[in-house]
């Protein structure tokens, strides 16, 4: 394969779409630092105004911050709008099929622990077709980062409501709205014990990339959904959270060991109840110790559980941050001390042998 900033790409005969793997550019000499370095040469293809181009703007600027070659950093994506994501970086990159990304991230992570892998994907992809894979991948914890674009539509496909859309959404393909509750992807990640949980916006640059920091730094699966504006086919989706006359009022920003108290006055805060949920309080009609303090670290997802539950069922307060960040051994980790002690013990082992092992048969 040349080495160039483009796609080499790879039908499987069958019908289904080609798989398109991508190299970075300038392959060598080895590159630090220095944001351009991450972008190419490729057109950009979003509709104007989506989401996607400032969630693209913000990974290109924060990844000089890893300190690690172009080469050495990968983005896997699945199917959709965000999927296009690893054209427009200049690191190596796997344009996938739909909703694998998280199984075939998963091979990579374990096979090249040198690698800093993410996985690109939206709310249809990954919690559609994508499901399965993306729950396992964050119960095994391997040492990978999702990026999980939520507009709560289909946007690729014209405007379907997908597995985040709100209860009566009217679209295309539900013209009387839909049947189906949503899922919420933040819960489903923190009850199939997701080690690193979080929630941020494509508009507030500081605040998206200030989490992308701290899911670098996490060693096994960290999973941010990031709520992404689709202009096209769900616009205003997330207005609250973008409406500065009320967005300080509504969103709740999430600091590890700092009470939770919010509001564009600091007059509100959050109080957990005898059930175990969180309740909006006045800040000055309450004790300061019946005020939560957000613990992001804790064992028991308990809490971070409750957080996540606390938008529901529309955007009244609707938490940011970091929910939950607690140390577990990454599942690359554990196969690899598994396969050196299987080495230790056994010995390096023989391929030509094993296959000429036990009964075989030569047929001339």
Known sequence: MTVSDSTATSGNGSGHAPVNIKVPAGHAPRVRGGGPGFKTDQEVR???????????????SFLPELQLPRE??????????SSRFPY???????????????????????????????????????LSIGGNHLIHALRRNVNLKILLFNNRIYG?????????SELGKITKSTPMGSLDAPFNP?????????????????????????????????????LIEIYQNCNIFNDGAFAPLKDASVRDDVTVRLEHGEPIVFGADRDKA??????????VVNVADVDPSEIAVHDAHSPDPSQAFALSRLDQPAFAHTPIGIFRDVDRPSYDELMRAQLGEAV????????????????TWRID
Not at 156 to 164: D, E, F, I, M, V
Not at 344 to 358: N, R, V, Y
């Open 270 to 279: 959050l109080r957990r109840t005898p059930a175990g949920s969180f309740e």
């Open 72 to 81: 050495n950093i990968t983005f896997i994506s699945g199917i959709g709008c």
């Open 88 to 126: 427009y970086m200049n690191t190596y990159g796997f344009h996938s099929i739909h909703g694998r990304a998280p199984a075939i991230a998963t091979g990579l992570a374990t096979s090249r622990p040198d690698l800093s892998v993410w996985v690109v994907t939206g709310d249809g992809d990954s």
């Open 156 to 164: 690729l496909t014209k405007g379907q409501y997908s597995p985040t």
């Open 344 to 359: 230790e013990k056994q010995g390096e082992g023989d391929l030509a042998a094993l296959l000429g092992s036990g009964d």
């Open 46 to 60: 979003w509709c104007p105004g989506c989401g996607d181009y400032a969630i693209l703007a913000a990974v290109q």
């Open 186 to 222: 933040l819960s489903l990640a923190i009850g199939a014990e997701g080690t690193f949980v979080a929630r941020t916006i494509d508009s507030d640059r500081k605040h998206l990339q200030s989490v992308l920091r701290a899911a670098a730094r996490h060693r096994g699966t960290a």
